[in-house]
């Protein structure tokens, strides 16, 4: 069975077809999440966002003008629900559950180390601009290509290379402490 289109899946989900939206639900549920992580930064809050931006795609479908852009068209509800989420409400104090937490984790140092290096890189992703935490987020931790981000961002692929070079940079940069810490441990 061959996969279908974007621009299938909203057009039979259009017509009431549920299946259709719940593969574009299982297709973009991961890469909404990265999107929405990188502007908020706190996964409780992030899965909300995304949780919000499938129900209003869903509601608003019909005014996806471009059915083949569907990607782009939902990436930017998530964009923008995120930014709503951080407007209207103050974020939850508390903190993530690390890692740690888990009886079957790594031992007590090594779980310690991992929480550390897990809130480094939070800290530093959040000196890179938005856009280059999501285009950081959907090729490093998503595995997009480059065209895809493009595609999916409506931005020239070689932009797309330009912001992934500078992000790695930076967080090179921000994370080299790190790396002295792990080799004087």
């Known amino acids: 069975m ?5 621009a299938e899946l909203v057009i039979r ?3 009431g077809h549920t ?3 719940g593969e574009l639900v299982r297709r973009y549920q991961q890469p ?3 999107i929405a992580l990188s502007v908020i930064g706190r996964h409780q809050d992030a899965e ?7 129900m209003v ?20 509800i998530v964009r923008n629900r995120s930014r709503n989420l951080i407007r209207r409400e103050s974020l939850r104090s508390g903190d993530p559950i690390p890692a740690s937490a888990s009886n079957a984790g790594p031992n007590p140092e090594k779980a310690a180390s991992l929480a550390e290096l897990r809130e480094s890189l939070q800290e530093a992703l959040k000196k890179l601009s938005e856009v280059q ?4 987020l959907l090729h490093d931790l998503e595995g997009w290509k480059h065209s895809e981000i493009a595609d999916r961002l409506g931005m020239p692929s070689g932009t797309v290379r330009s912001h992934l070079h500078f992000a ?10 790190w790396r002295d810490h792990v080799t004087a441990s």
């Open 48 to 54: 909300d966002a995304v949780q919000e931006s499938f």
């Open 32 to 34: 909404a999440f990265s």
């Open 133 to 136: 935490r999501e285009i950081v």
């Open 168 to 177: 790695r940079k930076a967080l090179r940069v921000e994370l080299s402490g």
């Open 19 to 21: 299946e259709s939206f």
């Open 57 to 76: 795609a869903l509601q608003r479908l019909e005014d996806c003008r471009n059915p083949d852009r569907f990607a782009g068209w939902f990436l930017t």
């Open 2 to 6: 061959r996969e279908r289109s974007d």
């Open 13 to 15: 989900a259009r017509s």
